[in-house]
Nanobody
Framework: QVQLVESGGGTVQAGGSLRLSCTAS????????MGWFRQAPGKEREFVAA????????FYADSVKGRFTISRDNAKNTVYLQMNSLKPEDTAVYYC???????????????WGQGTQVTVSS
């Protein structure tokens, strides 16, 4: 069993930066591919980024490529999402997830955090 806790959300002006963290409990964290998703009001949850267990492969949605960076520190059981050049359309609740059951891009993961709000003002 893995429990995920996100932190680092907040309100920032357009063009600003935030770094989200997701800390996991459990000794098997380093075995899992980790993903970040987001959900804006009235919209479906969408893929943002993913990172394989070793950090050797990373994947991004086209909408965030070049602006967001996913990374992980397995010694700290933590995955990060560095978000730069934020836009108002990035406003959403951001969720981290562990252990995808199918493609890392689909919202089919075994474990989810509770989410953290990111608001980007224009």
């Amino acid at each position: 069993q893995v429990q995920l806790v996100e932190s680092g959300g907040g309100t920032v002006q357009a063009g600003g930066s935030l770094r989200l963290s997701c800390t996991a409990s459990g000794r098997t964290f380093s075995m899992y591919t980790m993903g970040w998703f987001r959900q804006a009001p009235g919209k479906e949850r969408e893929f943002v980024a993913a990172i394989t267990w070793s950090g050797g492969y990373v994947f991004y949605a086209d909408s965030v490529k070049g602006r967001f960076t996913i990374s992980r520190d397995n010694a700290k059981n933590t995955v990060y999402l560095q978000m730069n050049s934020l836009k108002p359309e990035d406003t959403a609740v951001y969720y981290c997830a562990a252990d995808p059951t199918s493609s890392y891009r689909t919202a089919r993961y075994n474990y989810w955090g509770q989410g953290t709000q990111v608001t980007v003002s224009s």
